[in-house]
C-alpha cells in the first residue's frame, strides 16, 4: 500500500523546508489549474524492505491498482498553496480535485479517496509560555478564531450562530504518533488547537482576547482552517505542524527567528517521513 499524503504551507520558503526535511529527492512538477505547481515526492522500489508495503509481490507493488510511486511506498505531494483561509482552501481543493480525476481505482475498480493525510504546515506565532521560540506545534483542533459575530453579549462563534462550523477536531492517534516520533529525536513540541486567523495579531491586547476566547490555543497562523475545510470535503483526515518562529502579541521583528523555525519545520518531516507517513491506515 502506498501512503499518499498532502502537505500544504502558504509560501516556497516553507515548502522547501518541508521537501528538504522529507529526503525523498527531486520532485516531479505537476501544473495545476490557477499556476499552481503540485511537488511530487516519492521513494524508490529500492527504498521498501522485501516483503513490506511497495515491494515486488505486495500491495503497492505495480499492478496492485493502488495510486503512487510503482513499487514504493511513500507519495508526498507538497503544494505553495497561498496566504490566509480563503486562497488555501481553493488551492488545497484543486490538489484534491486533480487526485481524485486521476489517481487509479483501487484493486477491485473502486474509487479511492485521493490522500491519506492532509497536513497544513509551515511556520506561525506561539502563544507563550506554551510554545516557545523553536519549538513544533502539532494541533490537537484546528480552529477558526474569528469566524462568528461579534454582540453585545461578546463573541459567538459560527457554531453558535447555527451557521457552520469553527473547529476541526484531529484524532488523537494521529496527534499521539506524530508526538512520539517527535519526542523520540527530542525535538521540543506541544499538542494543542492552532487558530486561524485573517489578520495576524499584533498588540498585548488582541493575543490575551483570543488566549481567553480559545484557552489552551498555542499558535496562530492564517492557512490551517482553509485547507481543514477542504480536505473535509474528500473526508480525508487533516492535521496541522507549525514551527514557532515568533511571539503571538506586539509585533517585534528584531526578536523574530524565522530561520530557525524553518529548521525546525524541516527536522519535524525529516523524522515523520521515517516513521508516522509510512504508518498511517489508508483512507
Do not use: C
Not at 24 to 35: N, Q, R, S, T
Not at 115 to 139: H, K, T
Not at 215 to 228: D, K, L, R, S, T
Not at 262 to 277: C, D, I, M, P, S
Request: proline share 9%; net charge negative.
Amino acid at each position: 500500500m502506498v501512503h499518499r499524503i498532502l502537505i500544504v504551507t502558504a509560501v516556497a520558503a516553507e515548502a522547501d523546508s518541508v521537501s528538504a526535511g522529507l529526503g525523498l529527492g527531486g520532485a516531479e512538477l505537476i501544473p495545476l489549474p490557477g499556476g499552481l505547481v503540485l511537488r511530487r515526492h516519492a521513494d524508490s522500489p529500492g527504498d521498501a524492505p522485501a516483503g513490506s508495503a511497495g515491494s515486488p509481490g505486495s500491495p503497492g507493488s505495480p499492478g496492485d491498482g493502488s495510486a503512487g510511486s510503482p513499487g514504493g511506498r511513500l507519495r508526498v505531494d507538497v503544494l505553495v498553496g497561498g496566504v490566509g483561509p480563503a486562497a488555501v482552501a481553493a488551492s488545497t481543493g484543486t490538489a484534491l480535485a486533480y487526485t481524485a480525476l486521476t489517481d487509479p481505482p483501487g484493486p477491485s475498480g473502486e474509487p479511492v479517496e485521493p490522500y491519506d493525510l492532509v497536513v497544513s504546515a509551515g511556520i506561525a506565532g506561539g502563544f507563550q509560555p506554551l510554545a516557545p521560540l523553536g519549538s513544533v506545534v502539532i494541533s490537537s483542533a484546528v480552529v477558526a478564531a474569528d469566524l462568528g459575530a461579534q454582540t453585545p453579549d461578546g463573541y459567538l462563534t459560527v457554531d453558535e450562530l447555527g451557521f457552520g462550523r469553527s473547529v476541526h477536531p484531529v484524532p488523537e492517534a494521529l496527534t499521539g504518533r506524530i508526538a512520539a516520533a517527535l519526542a523520540a529525536a527530542g525535538r521540543p513540541h506541544t499538542v494543542a488547537p492552532v487558530l486561524t486567523v485573517s489578520t495576524v495579531t499584533g498588540t498585548a491586547g488582541r493575543a490575551a482576547e483570543l488566549a481567553g476566547l480559545r484557552p489552551g490555543a498555542a499558535a496562530e497562523a492564517m492557512e490551517g482552517f482553509g485547507v481543514a475545510e477542504a480536505a473535509a470535503g474528500y473526508a480525508v483526515p487533516v492535521v496541522e505542524i507549525r514551527a514557532v518562529s515568533n511571539a503571538v502579541g506586539p509585533r517585534d521583528r528584531a526578536a523574530w527567528r524565522i530561520g530557525e523555525a524553518l529548521e525546525a519545520l524541516r527536522h519535524t518531516f525529516e523524522l515523520l517521513g521515517k516513521t508516522v507517513f509510512l504508518e498511517l491506515e489508508p483512507s
